[in-house]
């Protein structure tokens, strides 16, 4: 089993972002991992998204991220943080792997998904957009925001088991799609994020939290 903490969306709110990790910290069963599904700044500079990862890492050691629409484009050299930067980047979580697309590369990469597939690797995939037309990119009036390329990639690969992203503030879920897990955590900057578990048959529970509620 293993334990995930996922954000997104932290829009440069380091006092939110600070009080949800010390919630966390003091769980009886805290997560070992976290996710960051881009936005991180609010169209911020590179030492800005830098301090913000540096303190995500001084609470939990294995951190991955993708960059959104409000992050600067950053390259790896440029890193001075422990966070791995997952864009069109593979990287292993216990018994699966996780790869990433974020907003500055956008396009999907089928060569490492094809890679991943003839292994007979399971995947995450982490981004910053969510998939199109499910419970995770609605805004006003019911409409549907999200990727439309994410929703076929998804379908076209049965082995991506859970999708992990943010982007769409007013559609904070846990749902699926056919076989897939998709979560939205919804933004740090209103207080919210998700713990998920994964066990080894790749079953996704979890649940989505709210700092301000919790007061």
Do not use: W
């Not at 169209?43 to 409000?70: A, M, P, Q, W, Y």
């Not at 790896?76 to 216990?94: F, G």
Request: aromatic share 6%; net charge negative; charged share 20%.
């Amino acid at each position: 089993m293993v334990r995930i903490l996922i954000l997104s969306d932290i829009h440069s709110q380091n006092i939110t972002l600070i009080n949800i990790l010390q919630f966390v910290e003091k769980l009886k069963d805290p997560p070992e991992f976290c996710l960051v599904a881009g936005d991180i700044t609010n169209f911020g500079t590179t030492d800005e998204l830098n301090k913000i990862l540096r303190i995500i890492t001084d609470s939990l050691s294995k951190v991955f991220f993708v960059l959104g629409n409000c992050d600067p484009y950053i390259i790896r050299e440029e890193l001075e943080t422990n966070a791995i930067h997952l864009e069109s980047n593979v990287q292993e979580i216990e018994f699966f792997k996780v790869v990433g697309f974020g907003t500055h590369k956008p396009k999907l990469n089928q060569k490492i998904l094809n890679k991943l597939r003839k292994s007979n690797e399971n995947v995450c995939l982490l981004t910053h957009a969510p998939p199109y037309n499910t419970q995770a990119d609605m805004v006003s009036l019911n409409r549907h925001a999200g990727s439309i390329d994410l929703r076929k990639f998804i379908e076209k690969n049965s082995h991506i088991f859970l999708v992990v992203s943010g982007h769409i503030h007013d559609s904070p879920s846990i749902t699926s799609l056919n076989n897939c897990a998709i979560v939205n955590p919804g933004p740090v900057t209103r207080g919210n994020f998700a713990i998920i578990e994964i066990n080894q048959d790749f079953q996704v529970e979890g649940e989505i939290y709210n700092l301000h509620e919790m007061k």
